[in-house]
């Protein structure tokens, strides 16, 4: 059995659902415990509820990790008036970490709609809702001899991703020129000397949330004392970073029956569905969660069936028969992130015991 320490199991989760994605009200990153502590096994759960925490004591877990944070708002007082208080007091008294990530996992791919969209077999899929404003270009300028190993350098730390392409950048050649005061030591020249060297204009695109990982990596590879570079904020989407997901299903399929593939594949207990406006189906739009503002989206791709959670009884009506609204539930939809928490960890950490919570924390409940 491997022992860790928290700090590295967050690490490995944050290198694919970075913090710095979250929405302003959201509240992940570590909750309650000690980063440096080092335990040998951890549980996996969508919800951190009593029963969560004492079948984390009951199994000897140091760590859980959660989709939802258990606190959003903040504590003025501890003492134990509601769940999420006594929840935080009893870990607190066992040593027991909770650490969540919420919708920085829903935006990424292969997050918790891509999950969702891959239990239903869909292909072609694409982000549904990507992201404006989390895009930045790097403009900077290498000698000739050294572009090889600047460049390599920033697409190391994340730069040049392109959909499916990586190492992706324009290459101009061009001349610079420069003069160095007394006080300096050039790379190349003569100080006090005006020089011109034969240099490459390097651009690439990058996350904006990776910026100070890419202009460290930048600055330790290039070779002059002072390196010229320019950060530009882009307003294009970025097609790897966004809410839910649009497919396709290999065959179309009858509405009724894929719907009934849906509540199988899902566990509901039941569906809330629009009228059948369409025979057969095969373009689907998925949001994990709450997703109910984002029909229009769905409907817009000219998605046959939307799946979501949370829909209020009259934004039924906003489908307009032009689309299926399909409600399967909120912890329906959202129950594979535990999938998702499992294989990243151990990607990381084979040996490293992770437990899947068996209690289920869904608090809504069917009479038929």
Known sequence: MEKVAIKNIISAIESVAPPALQDSWDNSGLLVGDANCVIDSALITIDVTEAVVD????????????????IFNGFKRLTGK?????????????????YAAHTNIDLVRQGVSWRMANKLGLQNIQTLIPQKGMLKKLVTFVPVDDASKVRNAIFDAGAGHIGNYDMCSFNGAGEGSFRGSD???????????????????????????????????????????????????????????????????????????????VKDTFLCQAI???PTVKDKVEKIALVGGSG????????????DVFITADFKYHQFFDAENKIVIADI?????????????????????????????????????YLF
């Open 183 to 261: 006080t300096t030591n050039p790379y190349k020249g003569i100080k006090g000397e005006l020089h011109f060297e034969n240099e490459i204009r390097i651009e690439t695109v990058f996350p904006a949330f990776i910026q100070n990982k890419i202009i460290e990596a930048l600055l330790n590879a290039h070779p002059y004392e002072e390196v010229a570079y320019d950060i530009y904020s882009l307003e294009n989407e970025h097609q790897g970073i966004g809410l839910g997901v649009i497919g396709n299903l290999p065959l179309a399929e009858d509405c009724m029956c894929f719907l009934g593939r």
């Open 82 to 98: 509601n769940e999420s208080e006594r929840v935080v007091i009893k870990a607190v008294k066992k040593d027991i970490a909770i």
């Open 292 to 303: 109910s503002s984002f029909l229009k989206a769905a409907m817009a791709q000219k998605a």
């Open 55 to 70: 079948e984390a004591i009951a199994k000897g877990c140091g760590l859980i990790i959660a989709h939802h944070p258990v």
């Open 329 to 365: 539930g909120h912890y329906e939809s959202e129950q594979f992130t535990k999938e998702l928490f499992y294989e990243i960890v151990t990607n990381k950490f084979s040996k490293f015991a992770l437990r899947l919570s068996e209690v289920v924390t869904n608090p809504i409940n």
């Open 272 to 274: 809330r569905h629009t």
